[in-house]
């Protein structure tokens, strides 16, 4: 099995139990896995494949993203929708969704991956909840199995069209016994509960208002036949999803979920903005984890989610881009600065977060939050997933006595450096599993295609 060592790493961040940060660090890689953590002197000094960097470079965990729709980077500012509340801004863009092929998810799918790889996330979950024409699950997860990024596809799905009371047009949902079928068949063809598994299945039924309470149901009892197979939809993004709550299950969000089986430490949730002070106890209790998206909830004005008290009530959390149009970056790294900043204002205090508590929550946190105990620190035994970062670049000038609060205090755009199970996958700040440019001309002709149409 080959061997991986990278040496004379300036700060290597571990995020163990410890949270040892080694200067003069290395890593000693054999096969998936890290087989040997420490500084340079005490590793071997050699092995299949060497990386120096010379002590220039931070390493630490590669990131987590829980919360993603890859399919609307297709979507991106769409005039329309531009100025528009989380409803306003579904019913404008569902129909051009409609127009979504087989060839847009796995596109999309390649684009938003290159994305967030480049901005130091190594594992993402994604949600594909609409499935108009030619589109299946298996063309996103063939894209990202391809371009190397640890994935949990999440098969996604609406079934309460306008008629029945719910948000989207008719055209767009699909029946709900198709759904469990090819809920069932995703599972058995892809979902790998292995140890450094690199995909991975989760059932997504979308949101409140889009589904029935039946397909919560049966989605729940479906995943929960399959080990490590979870559940994820959307919940509380905003004050009208709390209004529809109320007005058609006369409950708030969090006793919706309760009562359809959805708390639990397989399920989590994305956004949660306005959960209640009592929901977020019982998410607590349960283990029930959430998303959190900030950009996004402040791109809709759905507000600023209480995520200091959900920590101090031990809800696993984790961070998310969200969809590419409603962010409208996929930015995982900036978007770990902006939870950051945006926790602070939440509280009004200046001490409401650290950067620390920030790093933990983009990597640690994702893992907990997508049930993974193989990825988010750096230790023996664990899979080599790991990004570097330089620290000549102008961003840290002056901040070199503290880099690692300096990743989230600073402005970081991009990683040199990723690997995933042991492989790189970027290198030097290029992608090496796809060719950028081709892929970004591809992205925006199909998204002007979905626009003119
Ligand atoms: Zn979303």
Not at 223 to 229: D, K, N, T
Not at 297 to 322: C, E, F, Q, Y
Not at 396 to 406: E, I, Q, R, T
């Amino acid at each position: 099995m080959p061997t991986l060592l990278v040496k004379n790493i300036h700060t290597l961040i571990t995020m163990d139990a410890a949270r040892r940060e080694i200067r003069n660090g290395a890593l000693f890689v054999r096969d998936r896995a890290i087989e040997q953590v420490g500084t340079t002197q005490e590793l071997p000094a050699t092995a299949d494949e060497v990386l120096d960097l010379q002590g220039r470079y931070l390493v630490l965990p590669g990131l987590v993203n829980t919360h993603h729709h890859f399919y609307q980077t297709l979507t991106r500012v769409v005039p329309a929708a531009q100025d528009c509340d989380l409803f306003n801004w579904l019913t404008t863009l569902y129909p051009i969704w409609a127009k979504l092929t087989a060839e847009g998810v796995y596109v999309s799918a390649q684009m938003a991956a290159a994305e967030l790889l480049l901005s130091g996330c190594t594992t993402a979950s994604d949600h594909l909840y609409i499935y108009p024409n030619d589109c299946t699950l298996d063309d996103e997860i063939r894209a990202v199995q391809e371009i190397g990024m640890r994935f949990h596809a999440s098969r996604g799905s609406m079934s309460v069209g306008e008629s029945l009371g719910g948000l989207p047009p008719d055209s767009v949902v699909e029946k709900e016994p198709d759904i469990l079928k090819d809920s069932q068949r995703l599972i058995e063809q892809y979902h790998d509960n292995s140890r450094h598994a690199m995909t991975r299945i989760t059932l997504a039924p979308c949101s409140p208002f889009s589904v029935s309470q039946d397909l919560m149901r049966e989605s729940a009892k479906m995943a929960r036949l399959y080990p490590g197979v979870r559940l994820h939809t959307h919940l509380a993004e905003n004050k009208s999803d709390v209004t529809y709550s109320l007005e058609n299950f006369g409950m708030i969000p969090g006793d919706y979920a309760e009562s359809v089986g959805w708390l639990g430490e397989d399920v989590w949730h994305a956004h949660c903005v306005q959960l209640s002070d009592d929901s977020i106890l019982k998410f607590g209790k349960t283990g029930t984890g959430v998303a959190h998206c900030p950009c996004s909830n402040m791109r809709l004005a759905s507000g600023i989610a209480p995520i200091r008290k959900m920590l101090d009530h031990n809800v696993p959390v984790g961070l998310g881009v969200d969809g590419s149009a409603s962010n409208d970056a996929g930015n995982l790294i900036q978007e770990a600065r902006t939870a950051f900043l945006l926790a602070r204002v939440r509280d009004r205090d200046a001490s409401a977060i650290t950067a620390r508590e920030i790093l933990e929550i983009a990597t640690l946190g994702g893992a907990k939050v997508l049930g993974r105990d193989d990825i988010g620190y750096l230790a023996p035994g664990m899979s080599a997933d790991f990004i570097a970062i330089n620290c000549d670049r102008p961003q840290f000038a002056g901040a070199h006595h503290d880099l690692v609060a300096a990743l989230i205090f600073c402005q970081v755009h991009s990683v040199d450096y990723s690997f995933i199970n042991g492989k790189r996958v970027v290198d030097q700040g290029r992608l090496t599993t796809v060719e950028l440019e081709t892929l970004v001309e591809k992205t925006n002709r199909i998204a002007q295609g979905m626009l003119e149409s």
